[in-house]
């Protein structure tokens, strides 16, 4: 029997649960799954959750029901890479137990890079889904006043414009160090802006945050934005864990992998999803599902092949596409090449929208496949197709 431990149950550690249950089944693999939480997190949709948006509840359990996996519901507190064991943190007291294994997958994201002052103290962030509805009870206390959004990365937009056309009554400030939606082509990121004008959203771009205050952003100068609520989408990183344990990680303390998506310091240990350094031949891939439930699946399936004595394929994956909502009503899609750089080709408007919807949607449909033991087209071409 081989010990399979998947640590974090968002998009890509559940796809990976799913996939190693399937795959490792007939060879004596046995999977674990530790989750913080009953409930699954669309971290995809925070922004909606943020804007007072009730979404649908999936819990683990249904998710991974048939396929074999234990869940253990808890809090990872410590791993120790030499003695292959992890310490879980339950609910209540003396729930603490401690996990050993033979192979872990590491897949517990990232959190909010907080090294600006004031984040940790007065910002709100995307880490889980209760934050999400802090800032949700939060603007709905407010009738009249300021929200400040900082980060002009997709993240960033989504926020601004949900938040905006949810509140009309609010003012939505957008501050950015560039052009927001830099990373899309010109014709994409125009109609950005233009929904953005549309909302009412103010942006300032080349906006560099040096404090957070209670009631305030301070930029770079002194400026202050007078704000009732501030959200900081300006950055993550991985969780102190990784380090504490000794593994190699990156600059932004996510864990450094080899082609097969195994630490490099710790073979015995896959990391996977936003948690992971992964470099492809375009550089190192940056946080996304798109890219991250690939990794899960092909960590579990590096870890089945490994156990049957096969061997262990390298890692590919080209993104495809930038898909943005701009409040519930709009949208626009930049399509990519491999390396995430914006094609010509660009998509607004309703079967935006339709596209969007598509995607935020399709993880619960990819797991059902998974539990079936097969893997979506669409995933398929994102990473065989690259070979
Ligand atoms: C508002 C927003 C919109 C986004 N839109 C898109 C998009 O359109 N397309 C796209 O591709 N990507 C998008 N992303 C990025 C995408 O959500 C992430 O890349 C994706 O969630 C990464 O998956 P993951 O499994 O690595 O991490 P997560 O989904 O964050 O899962 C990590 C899991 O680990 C758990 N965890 C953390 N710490 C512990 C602990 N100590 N113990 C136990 N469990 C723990 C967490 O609770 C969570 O369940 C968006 C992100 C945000 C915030």
Same mark, same amino acid.
């Given at each position: 029997?081989?010990?399979?431990?998947?640590?974090?149950?968002? #998009?890509?550690?559940?796809?990976?649960?799913?996939?190693?249950?399937?795959?490792?089944?007939?060879?004596?693999?046995? !999977?674990?799954? *530790? /989750?913080?939480?009953?409930?699954?997190?669309?971290?995809?949709?925070?922004?909606?959750?943020?804007?007072?948006?009730? $979404?649908?509840?999936?819990?683990?359990?249904?998710?991974?029901? %048939?396929?074999?996996?234990?869940?253990?519901?808890?809090?990872?507190?410590?791993?120790?890479?030499?003695?292959?064991?992890?310490?879980?943190?339950?609910? %209540?007291?003396?729930?603490?137990? =401690?996990?050993?294994?033979?192979?872990?997958?590491?897949?517990?994201?990232?959190?909010?890079?907080?090294?600006?002052?004031? *984040?940790?103290?007065?910002?709100?962030?995307?880490?889980?889904?209760?934050?999400? *509805?802090?800032?949700?009870?939060? $603007?709905?206390?407010?009738?009249?006043?300021?929200? !400040? =959004?900082?980060?002009?990365? $997709?993240?960033?937009?989504?926020?601004?414009?949900?938040?905006?056309?949810?509140?009309?009554?609010?003012?939505?400030?957008?501050?950015?160090?560039?052009?927001?939606? /830099?990373?899309?082509?010109?014709?994409?990121?125009?109609?950005?802006?233009?929904?953005?004008?549309?909302?009412?959203?103010?942006?300032?771009?080349?906006?560099?945050?040096?404090?957070?205050?209670?009631?305030?952003?301070?930029?770079?100068?002194?400026?202050?934005?007078? /704000?009732?609520?501030?959200?900081?989408?300006?950055?993550?990183?991985?969780?102190?864990?990784?380090?504490?344990?000794?593994?190699?990680?990156?600059?932004?303390?996510?864990?450094?992998?080899?082609?097969?998506?195994?630490?490099? /310091?710790?073979?015995? @240990?896959?990391? @996977? &999803?936003?948690?992971?350094?992964?470099?492809?031949?375009?550089?190192?891939?940056?946080?996304?599902?798109?890219?991250?439930?690939?990794?899960?699946?092909?960590?579990?399936?590096?870890?089945?092949? &490994?156990?049957? %004595?096969?061997?262990?394929?390298?890692?590919?994956?080209?993104?495809?596409?930038?898909?943005?909502?701009?409040?519930?009503?709009?949208?626009?899609?930049?399509?990519?090449?491999?390396?995430?750089?914006?094609?010509?080709? #660009?998509?607004?408007?309703?079967?935006?929208?339709? #596209?969007?919807?598509?995607?935020?949607?399709?993880?619960?449909?990819?797991?059902?496949?998974?539990?079936? &033991?097969?893997?979506? =087209? %669409? $995933?398929?071409?994102?990473?065989?197709?690259?070979?």
């Amino acid at each position: 029997m081989t010990n399979i431990l998947i640590l974090g149950a968002g #998009y890509t550690g559940i796809a990976a649960a799913i996939r190693a249950a399937t795959r490792t089944r007939r060879h004596g693999g046995k !999977v674990t799954l *530790v /989750s913080a939480s009953p409930r699954f997190t669309e971290r995809l949709r925070l922004h909606q959750t943020a804007a007072g948006e009730r $979404l649908r509840d999936h819990a683990i359990a249904d998710i991974i029901a %048939g396929t074999g996996i234990d869940l253990v519901l808890g809090r990872v507190s410590a791993l120790d890479p030499e003695r292959h064991e992890v310490t879980v943190n339950g609910e %209540g007291a003396d729930t603490r137990r =401690v996990i050993a294994y033979d192979k872990l997958i590491y897949a517990l994201g990232t959190v909010a890079d907080a090294s600006t002052p004031g *984040v940790a103290e007065h910002a709100y962030v995307y880490d889980d889904h209760d934050q999400a *509805v802090r800032l949700a009870r939060r $603007l709905s206390e407010l009738d009249r006043g300021t929200v !400040v =959004v900082a980060g002009g990365g $997709l993240t960033g937009v989504e926020s601004a414009t949900e938040l905006a056309e949810a509140h009309p009554g609010l003012r939505v400030v957008l501050l950015s160090r560039g052009r927001p939606g /830099s990373m899309m082509g010109e014709k994409a990121r125009a109609y950005v802006e233009r929904a953005m004008d549309r909302l009412g959203i103010q942006v300032r771009d080349g906006a560099e945050v040096t404090k957070v205050l209670p009631d305030a952003v301070e930029l770079a100068g002194g400026e202050l934005i007078p /704000s009732d609520a501030t959200l900081w989408t300006a950055g993550t990183k991985g969780l102190p864990l990784a380090t504490e344990a000794g593994l190699t990680v990156d600059g932004r303390g996510r864990i450094v992998v080899d082609a097969a998506l195994r630490s490099v /310091s710790h073979p015995d @240990v896959y990391a @996977v &999803g936003d948690a992971a350094a992964v470099r492809q031949p375009y550089g190192v891939m940056h946080g996304t599902c798109q890219g991250g439930i690939p990794t899960g699946l092909h960590a579990a399936d590096a870890l089945a092949d &490994g156990l049957r %004595g096969r061997t262990v394929k390298a890692f590919r994956f080209g993104y495809v596409h930038q898909p943005l909502s701009l409040g519930r009503r709009d949208a626009v899609i930049q399509f990519t090449h491999p390396d995430d750089t914006p094609r010509r080709a #660009y998509l607004k408007g309703r079967w935006a929208i339709v #596209y969007k919807e598509t995607v935020s949607g399709s993880p619960m449909p990819t797991y059902r496949l998974l539990k079936h &033991g097969l893997v979506p =087209v %669409g $995933l398929f071409r994102l990473t065989a197709g690259l070979k």
